[in-house]
């Protein structure tokens, strides 16, 4: 476990660093895991884990620039989704860990052969020979928001909306918001059983927020939670994140709101499970009770999503009336553009929840400021490759 956590937001780490590492703890400790990704196992920051278990090859001549290889290698890499995932699937079934890899956009692909694998456990939890199977776990990487070079064509969160729609409940979609929280997710993973886990995370550094402490009381307390550091005690707005970049821009957001409205009170929540209608994970769903606790009884709620803003807004709905809401995310707008610019296009920035804040308060001034900052940034970014905001 990773602790002795101070000063929330300053460090930055690596979520994919942190799975690269307990993926190599695996290999070494379970003979029977194996690692399936479409040859984009470097790509996505794992490629450490050829420090310790080879690529699986057959009788191909193997050249002195490859990889390590072996006809035993317990890395499966194969530009078929289609075919991996079936072989992965296959492993499972004869009770033997395994996760598999890929860009967040290509994992659609195997959408049809997903929802055939949960009606299959569906059907088998009746049998009663039958032991649980070990999860299927899928890590989503090179996600929508940072694909800096490769633009539109890689960028869709479309399978997280698909899993969050099938009522047989046996989905989780989990979105660790730092490294911290990435180890956690790991270990769900690794102990889930008859389930689809997908796991979605920036490859890139990201802040530190929270301690291992905080990261299992997440998943133990119906997946989500008040982060004190930036919140207010009877707040008048709750702010609401899920997904490690799009919380990054609330947290940064709230850091800009106390600077233009120092009196305004805002509490911020992070969500980082959801399941079919639900708040948190299959088996441990946010109830309503705990909902209002959290994000109170009346007051409004602005989220900011990972995918598709309709998803979290018809889970949302399920506990709350939709008059409050008021959610931001992908709204299929990309490009090969900045990562800033990527957030202005599908209005996700801290400045665009921002605004939100101040129409609610009135402050059309403010609001303006803020839209004047988004398109000024725009414009440099056009101008210069970069980001005028960081």
């Not at 920036?202 to 008040?226: L, M, Q, T, W």
Request: contains cysteine; aromatic residues 12%.
């Amino acid at each position: 476990m990773i602790d002795g956590f101070s000063n929330p937001g300053i460090k930055k780490y690596s979520p994919a660093d942190r799975f690269e590492e307990l993926l190599m703890a695996e290999f070494k400790n379970n003979p029977h895991f194996y690692f399936f990704s479409p040859d984009e196992t470097t790509s996505n920051k794992f490629e450490r884990i050829f420090e310790v278990e080879k690529r699986a090859w057959g009788n191909l001549p193997i050249e002195e620039w490859d990889l390590p290889e072996s006809a035993n290698g317990r890395i499966i890499e194969m530009l078929s989704e289609n075919v991996l995932f079936s072989v992965m699937t296959g492993h499972l079934a004869n009770g033997e860990p395994a996760m598999l890899g890929s860009y967040e956009a290509f994992l659609p692909i195997i959408t049809a052969q997903l929802l055939q694998q949960m009606k299959f456990i569906k059907q088998s939890k009746t049998v009663s020979w039958r032991e649980p199977m070990p999860a299927v776990n899928l890590l989503s990487t090179s996600t929508c928001w940072r694909q800096d070079h490769n633009g539109f064509t890689h960028q869709s969160p479309a399978l997280i909306s698909t899993l969050l729609s099938v009522p047989s409940n046996l989905a989780n979609c989990i979105f660790p918001i730092d490294d911290v929280a990435a180890e956690e997710s790991f270990y769900f993973m690794m102990n889930s059983t008859n389930v689809v886990n997908l796991t979605t995370f920036d490859k890139n550094e990201r802040p530190r927020y929270i301690d291992s402490h905080h990261a299992n009381y997440e998943f133990v307390n119906g997946g989500a939670s008040v982060y004190q550091f930036i919140s207010d005690e009877e707040p008048d707005i709750v702010f609401a994140a899920c997904g490690d970049i799009v919380a990054h821009e609330v947290i940064e957001a709230i850091k800009i709101l106390r600077e233009d409205l120092p009196g305004i009170k805002i509490r911020f929540v992070y969500i980082n499970a959801l399941s079919y209608r639900g708040i948190g994970t299959t088996e441990n769903k946010l109830s309503k009770e705990k909902f209002m606790e959290l994000f109170t009884e009346n007051k409004p709620i602005i989220a900011n999503f990972h995918g598709y803003p309709e998803t979290l807004e018809n889970i949302l709905e399920n506990y709350t009336a939709r008059g409050r809401l008021r959610v931001h995310g992908f709204n299929e707008e990309g490009s090969t553009t900045t990562p800033f610019e990527m957030l202005r296009r599908n209005a996700a920035s801290r400045y665009d929840v921002a605004i939100d804040v101040a129409k609610l308060v009135g402050n059309t001034d403010l609001a303006s400021k803020y839209q004047q900052i988004l398109d000024e940034n725009h414009t440099y970014a056009l101008d210069n490759g970069v980001d005028m905001l960081q």
